[in-house]
């Protein structure tokens, strides 16, 4: 059965930091992503790592700033994210795939989803 279990969210004040985490189990991935959803938004992709070679994608909104990371050995993803701004105010969702033909931040190509943690930035 897989899992994908997100921990680390929570309130900061703009220009802080948070670390997020995804914990999975019952798989593997080749592509493993966060998105976001702030309320009355689309869901967006934020980030993406290619796990087998490591390689990297980032919104141009968060690059500079946020940092996708692995541990295989943990098989846990993270983001780490800085200077956080008020509008990075979301639910933030960690999202797998076994695929190769995936657009990192489409949804809809990823099968495999996190419940989801809460990111409130505030000034």
């Known amino acids: 059965q897989v899992q994908l279990v997100e921990s680390g969210g929570g309130s900061v004040q703009a220009g802080g930091s948070l670390r997020l985490s995804c914990t999975t189990s019952?798989?593997?991935?080749?592509?493993m992503a966060w998105f976001r959803q702030a309320p009355g938004k689309e869901r967006e992709g934020v980030t993406a790592?290619?796990?087998?070679?490591?390689?990297?994608y980032y919104a141009v909104a968060v690059k500079g700033r946020f940092t996708i990371s692995q541990d295989n050995a943990k098989n846990t993803l993270y983001l780490q994210m800085n200077s956080l701004k008020v509008e990075d105010t979301a639910t933030y969702y960690c999202?797998?795939?076994?695929?190769?033909?995936?657009?990192?931040?489409?949804?809809?190509?990823?099968?495999?989803w996190g419940q989801g943690t809460q990111v409130t930035v505030s000034s």
């Open positions: 790592i290619y796990t087998r070679t490591a390689a990297t």
């Open positions: 019952g798989g593997t991935y080749r592509y």
């Open positions: 999202a797998a795939s076994s695929f190769m033909g995936v657009t990192w931040w489409r949804a809809a190509d990823f099968g495999y």
